[in-house]
């Protein structure tokens, strides 16, 4: 549900409105008819993670990026 309210309700009513915006309602404050502002819940923004968390637990063998001959041929002749 949409509700509008001017900006002295709002100042008024702040409780009940924050209250009515986090059960779900559209709130919309006005200034002379104009909207000027949105009460909406609080949602905490994802956390970001952390690189480096697997540092010093996986290996590659130093030749891990080499070519492997077996699937280049695969790729350019189509049989092994």
């Known amino acids: ?3 509008t309210v001017g900006m002295h309700e709002a ?3 702040f409780s009940r ?3 009515q915006a986090n059960d779900g309602d559209d709130v919309v404050v ?3 008819g104009a909207p ?3 009460i909406v819940p609080y949602v905490e923004a994802p956390r970001r993670r952390k690189g480096g968390l697997a540092k010093g ?3 590659m063998s130093p030749d891990c990026w080499d070519p492997d001959p077996d699937l280049e041929r695969l790729f350019y002749e189509g049989d092994l």
């Open 57 to 59: 637990k996986i290996w």
């Open 36 to 38: 000027v502002a949105r």
């Open 1 to 3: 549900m949409r509700i």
């Open 11 to 13: 100042k008024t009513h």
């Open 17 to 19: 409105l924050v209250r």
């Open 30 to 32: 006005e200034n002379n």
